[in-house]
T-cell receptor, first 114, second 112 residues
């Protein structure tokens, strides 16, 4: 089934450790996004990529980095995890960017930093 | 960044009633508006998009857009218990990267 796959689905991580959340899509979408979702704060954009080879910062980029070496993959790296990065992380993709682009989401990664 | 505001709820309606969900946005230049549904523990899924002033109907769902008032709403007719979820309003900014910004969501409970 075509779509977006995230891995792992959940992870408990010690503070200070490095972690990469993986995201792969097979819809040949140009744009990809990483959001975090926290209770009461909704979905907040961390980083985005409008096309392979380019990335940009969203609302809450500090402590995170991304790369977009090809169309399908958009990994999110936490260089040195802190407890405030405990959240549910969603990867999304769209045909866009564009004014009428519709985003599709992966199943999410629940990350707990202890 | 642009602001998207929703009443967090919870909103409770009886089965068969009309549920009305509201959203306001701050970027007057925004042209694209979306409603996503998110079940507890699941990822958001797109249920409606609207780009022009007025109403757009899709089955039991109607999206309404008023750009002058910077207001977008979602009506769910004949509400069912399976409609119980959090509904997220999302807006695409029109400058820079055309990114999608979300409200915090309204939690809807349909009571059998």
């Amino acid at each position: 089934i075509a779509g977006i796959t995230q891995a792992p689905t959940s992870q408990i991580l010690a503070a200070g450790r490095r972690m990469t959340l993986r995201c792969t899509q097979d819809m040949r979408h140009n744009a990809m996004y990483w959001y975090r979702q926290d209770l009461g704060l909704g979905l907040r954009l961390i980083h985005y990529s409008n096309t392979a080879g380019t990335t940009g910062k969203g609302e809450v980029p500090d402590g995170y980095s991304v790369s977009r070496a090809n169309t399908d993959d958009f990994p999110l790296t936490l260089a040195s995890a802190v407890p405030s990065q405990t959240s549910v992380y969603f990867c999304a993709s769209s045909e866009g960017p564009g004014w009428n682009t519709e985003a599709f989401f992966g199943q999410g990664t629940r990350l707990t930093v202890v | 960044q642009k602001e998207v505001e929703q009443n967090s709820g919870p909103l409770s309606v009886p089965e068969g009633a009309i549920a009305s969900l509201n959203c306001t946005y701050s970027d007057r230049g925004s042209q694209s508006f979306f409603w996503y549904r998110q079940y507890s523990g699941k990822s958001p899924e797109l249920i409606m998009s609207i780009y022009s002033n007025g109403d757009k109907e899709d089955g039991r769902f109607t999206a309404q857009l008023n750009k002058a008032s910077q207001y977008v709403s979602l009506l769910i007719r004949d509400s069912q218990p399976s409609d119980s979820a959090t509904y997220l309003c999302a807006v695409i900014e029109q400058t820079g990267a055309n990114n999608l910004f979300f409200g915090t969501g309204t939690r809807l409970t349909v009571i059998p």
